[in-house]
């Protein structure tokens, strides 16, 4: 069998015989199943070590309860690769009430369990109780995320960095190619692993800062475990240093012995390099041994979609991509993305739509101004908020083109944007053309869009544009889909207990739901995920930004509320309502008139009589409770249109960006993708 042409890497020793092999040159171990697809970080980190000219072995989901599942290929001649793969582990496993999720589209079959919690931890201490002195090189979003120390919401305390628990030895942050390909290179020239201290974009332990120069010291571990206040200061000098241009070498330090070094971040891909990455042999599928599973579901929901860009100069509080992909903006040429949706037309089950042309904000092809390119981003200031800065470039010309372009293939009939739109970035642009082509050619009865929220200062603390900027963008979407003679909605993503939201904005929002006639089935509880200023918030109590106290939502119970507040028409949530309506002082909301939220529950004697008086004229009792499951569906107007079907997939939060949350299809089904707002869609690693 010939091995010059496409295939999937190894995945066992006969593989490796198979291709004439002695010794695999790196082992790559991952909590996903394999998938070949450039949309899964674990498949261009390898194609790229190939292309480089390394052996690379794939062991995909070990048991790490049996130290045999990771000698698959014996011992690799320069080192293990680590990654808990496209999401981490602990949100992969756990909905935001920290209960176990009944599937795992990255498990062939869905099938949960196939990885542990804190997947990148327990896979390096299993490395390393077989092989003592192995390199071992961590990454992918769990990683790059935890790489130093981070509040962890499932365990409700202060972690240390990823380093100190896995006994990796290097971790990659950020995208990884050109750090790892340095690594490499590094390892192959007989480096020892302890030397690689050189390389941007990673992270790595140090007995001493005999070696460290132009550091800045960040809080140590002990004081921040002491002190949370110490914590928030940290977590922002780490947030102004996501810059290649401007971020300085930071140190962590845990004992006299122990110092963890982050190196500042690897500088971003240049177009021609992005386009190489995504011209790679991708098998564009899961590996044929899951074919008896039923494959991977997490492929079917990106196979036919399209990565254009990476980084998001959008600055949402909640999101990671800031400490993952950073804010300057990378994309891919326009050739390089007909070039891979030629190839998918191609595909035998293609049908002719494309599903998403885009990244973690769809219309972002460009830097948020030219300063950016020698001077890199502002450490004190953002792009988009509070208002749209005067330097901000706003510009769709280039996504148009491009779009354009699709559209006109051979085989397509319809390229949809379903990644996330910055509405107040459109908001920005005077010029109608792109808003206008969106709605004729680009959604199918409703966008989807994120506001988040109502009151002014839970947006402020989301970093988010005020409900006026909003309020806005829907009265020019629907003069626009008067004009080109189509009836669509807007359907708002909504989060709840976000830090700054009391019960009053909450039922402020409830109230705001009822004047606009619709009630959501899906409503986002803020996940408070690894790294991100609103996690900062959750657990310190202070924006770190400004250091001023925040009200943040811990209790489970007062959680609970302010998401049933979201949902107030559905009959299960009747009790939380009444009683968040009644903490909050708004008892006007209970009774009989159409301004009120529900209506005062009859007595126990009148729902007997209820019950007896059905039961005699062999009526069922479940007839209203049938009703009440429909009365969780969007309606705008009477037209009922815009409905959102149930899905438990809605809170597997990437650390960003909308793709975290995950993209719809215009039945209204919710895509399963990596990371949204974590992590996004599997477009981020």
């Not at 998001?312 to 070039?339: D, K, M, N, P, Y």
């Not at 359907?491 to 904005?505: A, Q, R």
Request: glycine share 8%; net charge positive.
């Amino acid at each position: 069998m010939s091995y010059e042409k496409k295939d999937f890497l190894p995945v066992c020793r006969e593989d490796m015989i198979k291709r004439g092999w002695e010794q695999v040159d790196f082992v790559y171990v991952c909590g996903d199943a394999y998938v070949d697809h450039s949309s899964f970080g674990a498949a261009i980190i390898t194609r790229v070590l190939e292309a480089h000219g390394y052996k690379i072995g794939f062991i995909a989901q070990p048991d790490w309860k049996d130290e045999e599942s990771i000698q698959v290929f014996g011992m690799p001649r320069l080192g293990f690769l680590v990654s808990a793969g496209n999401m981490d582990s602990m949100v992969n496993h756990y909905t935001v009430s920290k209960k176990r999720r009944s599937s795992d589209a990255y498990t062939p079959g869905g099938v949960i369990g196939k990885r542990p919690d804190y997947a990148t931890i327990v896979y390096c201490n299993l490395i390393r109780k077989v092989y003592k002195s192995v390199p071992i090189i961590i990454g992918g979003i769990e990683a790059s995320l935890r790489r130093l120390a981070h509040y962890d919401y499932w365990s409700d305390k202060l972690k240390h960095s990823i380093l100190v628990d896995s006994q990796a030895d290097i971790c990659i942050y950020g995208m990884g190619e050109l750090s790892v390909v340095e690594i490499a290179d590094a390892l192959d020239s007989g480096i020892d692993i302890s030397d690689i201290t050189f390389v941007n974009g990673t992270v790595y332990r140090a007995k001493n800062l005999d070696s460290v120069y132009d550091a800045k010291m960040l809080p140590d571990y002990e004081t921040m475990q002491n002190d949370k206040l110490e914590y928030a200061k940290s977590f922002y000098i780490q947030y102004c240093n996501t810059d290649s241009i401007t971020a300085s070498r930071l140190v962590e330090k845990y004992n006299d012995y122990l110092y963890i070094v982050q190196n500042p971040p690897a500088r971003p891909l240049t177009q021609l390099e992005m386009d190489d990455v995504y011209a790679l042999p991708y098998m564009r599928a899961y590996h044929p041994m899951y074919e008896k599973d039923y494959g991977v579901p997490a492929l079917s929901e990106i196979k036919f979609s399209l990565t254009s860009n990476r980084g998001c100069f959008g600055g949402c509080s909640f999101c990671a991509l800031t400490f993952h992909q950073g804010r300057v903006l990378q994309t891919r040429s326009h050739e390089s993305i007909i070039a891979e949706a030629k190839q998918m037309i191609k595909e035998p089950d293609f049908k002719g739509y494309i599903h998403d042309v885009g990244g973690p904000t769809a219309d972002f092809r460009g830097r948020a101004c030219d300063k950016q390119v020698e001077h890199g981003v502002c450490m004190n200031r953002q792009c988009l908020f509070p208002k749209p800065c005067p330097n901000l470039k706003v510009d769709h010309s280039d996504y148009l083109k491009l779009l354009r372009k699709l559209r006109k293939l051979d085989g397509v009939k319809k390229v949809f944007v379903r990644s996330g739109l910055r509405f107040d970035y459109i908001m920005a642009d005077s010029d109608d053309t792109f808003l206008k082509e969106l709605c004729e050619y680009h959604i199918s009865g409703q966008l989807r869009v994120a506001p988040e929220h109502i009151s002014d200062e839970v947006l402020k603390n989301m970093g988010k544009p005020e409900n006026a900027v909003y309020e806005a963008f829907k009265a020019r979407y629907d003069r626009i889909n008067r004009k080109v003679g189509k009836k669509q909605f807007v359907v708002p993503y909504l989060m709840s207990s976000h830090p700054g939201s009391t019960l009053k904005e909450a039922v402020e929002l409830a109230v705001h739901l009822r004047d606009l006639g619709y009630m959501p089935e899906q409503v986002q509880d803020f996940y408070p995920t690894p790294s991100t200023i609103s996690t900062c918030m959750y657990y310190t109590g202070v924006d770190p930004r400004t250091m001023k106290k925040v009200y943040t939502p811990v209790n489970p119970h007062e959680k609970a509320m302010q998401r049933a507040l979201i949902q107030y028409k559905n009959p299960k949530n009747y009790d939380l309502v009444k009683e968040a309506i009644i903490k909050a002082g708004r008892e006007d909301l209970i009774g009989f008139d159409e301004k009120c939220l529900i209506r005062p529950r009859k007595e126990k004697w009148r729902e007997e009589a209820w019950e007896k008086k059905n039961a005699k004229h062999g009526k069922s009792s479940k007839a209203g409770q049938n009703s009440g499951k429909n009365s969780g569906k969007i309606k705008n107007g009477k037209s009922g249109k815009g409905s959102i079907s149930k899905s438990n997939k809605n809170d597997k939060t990437t650390n960003g960006n909308r793709k975290n949350r995950g993209t719809v299809k215009s039945s209204g089904k919710r895509k399963v993708t990596s990371e949204k707002r974590y992590g996004t869609k599997s477009k981020r690693r």
